[in-house]
């Protein structure tokens, strides 16, 4: 018998998912609702992300989402981090909408009172014995959630689950505790060491199958389009308890690797859905002539030539020496293979609508924000694409002192635009605090432009048709950052665009704007590994090495280990 119509008075069935926002295959989507829909006694639990974020959710501000989660009789969810990617007063809207309800016991107002719409727990009789459900939000919110309400409060998730394990097993007798959760492993795991009142947690945030047969059961989908479901049984003892020992997650499927029955109703769920967004979102924007790499894994750890199309676009609208764009905003996970790009393409690469705003900040900031930026052991959405600007990276070495070398414009100052989620400190960067002397806001929220809006604004045809302007000079580019940011991105045959299908061209590449020093050619001179680029070292302190770069109007900085700097300076000539 297929395991995902087991269900009986003999064990307690439950199925869980996660982080589910894209409604863009059908027969997938399809796939799982018709699993879903043969669940029998089964509880269906949903652990988070489903409004936010994805190209949909960017047009209709997560509305797309909620009649599959309708349809598919889910029975509990706790809210994900990503829900709120529109505010709590949408969310609340969205929420209202759903069929089932939500929970989230650690995360409050000020006043004390749960975020939006949540319920601290949920009891639910089955079979003819008492679950108690209740949600913990991870403590990483408020660094990676711009839109959570000012002065949110995120309590310690192992405090609150002991807390209200306790209240349901004593207080309100149920026989079963189950967490579900939108955060780390290690948090779930801290959780289950800690709190033996919980029997069962049912994770989300994490993107990998993770199965621990044990206490824990931590199993997720992933945001890349394939669907999981994770189907645990807990066997009935014969007094009619759980036997909880005995928790076990017997069946996992990726829906989309598979030939399954699908749900006829979904189609037709889609339909008016996707006409909506589809008015919108099939205009043709531009041709790319390259493949454009967008995957997660790699965005988020090294230089990708769309993460450098990104970073100039933004460095040259605002005209700043340098951009930073920080590749958790970079949501396709998918090499975009050449040829037209829609307006669908660049909501799909950008979905969150991130205001970017212009700070001046010193070369102090400069490098905690570049350590900052490869600090993280996961690939981690703080990572930064870059304009304006090269870092070589010793991933081997301590945080904090993963940056050998900087290659940035001439001033000890710099102007730098970047995004409003880490111009707050969010991901780690509280070096951009407003309060800092050294950080001074040029640009602030209220002349922001989002980058999807940059993009979308600067990849529009002008109404004459010409692309770009004829004759436009440098300085009367300086004063139009849209003609600037055209200028800057697309393939120029002398006054005009290259075009394909009437359409501006793009073609951009990996310059080495970031690099792993393990793969530069070094040579040895003192007890110090010298990279082969440089013409000449002076030493400035007994931190950073100022040397000359081939590039004009350019320094560079190098990382040395303290222990063997020398006191002296000299010339060193590299063939």
């Avoid at 059908?26 to 489903?50: M, Q």
């Avoid at 650690?106 to 008492?130: C, M, Q, W």
């Avoid at 020496?321 to 393409?345: E, M």
Wanted: hydrophobic share 40%; charged share 25%; glycine share 6%.
């Amino acid at each position: 018998m297929d395991p995902l119509r087991e269900s009986n008075a003999g064990e307690t069935v439950l199925y869980h998912f996660n982080d589910v926002y894209h409604v863009n295959q059908p027969t997938v989507l399809s796939r799982f609702a018709h699993k879903l829909k043969e669940k029998g006694n089964a509880i269906t639990v949903f652990s988070g992300d489903a409004f936010g974020p994805s190209p949909e959710s960017s047009i209709l501000k997560g509305e797309h989402i909620v009649p599959i989660l309708n349809y598919l009789d889910i029975d509990i969810a706790c809210y994900g981090n990503h829900d709120f990617d529109f505010g709590e007063d949408r969310l609340t809207e969205l929420s209202a909408t759903c069929n089932f309800p939500f929970l989230l016991s650690n995360a409050f107002h000020p006043s004390g009172k749960l975020l939006t719409a949540a319920k601290e727990y949920v009891i639910h009789d089955y079979l003819g014995f008492r679950i108690g459900f209740f949600g913990l939000a991870g403590t990483d919110w408020p660094s990676n959630c711009q839109h959570l309400p000012h002065g949110n409060i995120i309590s310690n998730p192992v405090q609150t689950a002991s807390k209200i394990s306790v209240f349901l097993k004593q207080n309100e007798r149920v026989d079963l505790v189950v967490a579900v959760t939108h955060m780390r492993l290690e948090e779930d795991l801290l959780v289950s060491e800690h709190c033996p009142h919980v029997d069962l947690i049912l994770g989300g945030h994490d993107h990998d199958i993770v199965v621990h047969g044990d206490q824990l059961t931590h199993c997720n989908d992933d945001a890349t389009g394939r669907i999981r479901i994770c189907v645990l049984s807990v066997p009935i003892d014969e007094d009619g308890k759980p036997d909880l020992g005995s928790i076990h997650a017997h069946h996992e499927r990726d829906l989309s690797l598979h030939a399954h029955p699908e749900d006829p109703e979904i189609p037709r769920l889609l339909a008016s859905l996707q006409n909506r967004i589809a008015a919108i979102s099939s205009k043709p924007l531009f041709y790319t002539a390259v493949s454009l790499d967008g995957r997660g894994t790699i965005i988020r750890t090294t230089e990708t030539n769309l993460g450098n199309f990104l970073a100039d676009v933004v460095r040259a609208y605002y005209n700043t020496d340098i951009a930073f764009v920080n590749s958790g905003f970079i949501r396709c996970d998918r090499v975009v293979p050449p040829g037209v790009l829609t307006v669908r393409d660049v909501v799909d690469i950008l979905p969150f609508g991130n205001p970017f705003i212009v700070k001046q900040i010193t070369t102090r900031t400069l490098l905690q924000a570049l350590e900052n930026s490869v600090s993280d052991s996961r690939t981690d959405g703080r990572f930064l694409q870059l304009s304006g600007i090269a870092i070589e990276v010793d991933f081997a070495r301590p945080q904090g002192s993963r940056v050998r070398r900087v290659t940035a414009p001439l001033p000890t100052t710099f102007t730098v635009a970047m995004s409003t989620f880490i111009a707050d400190c969010f991901d780690g960067y509280t070096c951009f605090d407003s309060s800092d002397t050294e950080v001074e806001t040029l640009v602030g929220a209220e002349g922001a432009m989002t980058d999807t809006g940059i993009l979308l604004e600067i990849l529009e045809l002008l109404d004459s048709g010409e692309f770009p302007p004829a004759e436009l000079s440098e300085e009367e580019a300086d004063f139009d950052r849209i003609a600037r940011a055209r200028k800057k991105v697309f393939v120029l045959d002398g006054a005009h665009g290259e075009r394909e299908r009437d359409l501006p061209m793009v073609r951009p590449r990996i310059e080495g704007r970031i690099f792993d020093c393990k793969r530069v050619k070094t040579y040895r001179m003192d007890g110090i590994d010298i990279p082969q680029w440089y013409g000449y070292t002076v030493e400035l302190s007994n931190h950073l090495l100022l040397s000359s770069y081939l590039e004009p109007r350019s320094f560079c900085f190098w990382r040395a280990r303290s222990d063997v700097l020398s006191t002296r300076s000299r010339n060193l000539h590299v063939a």
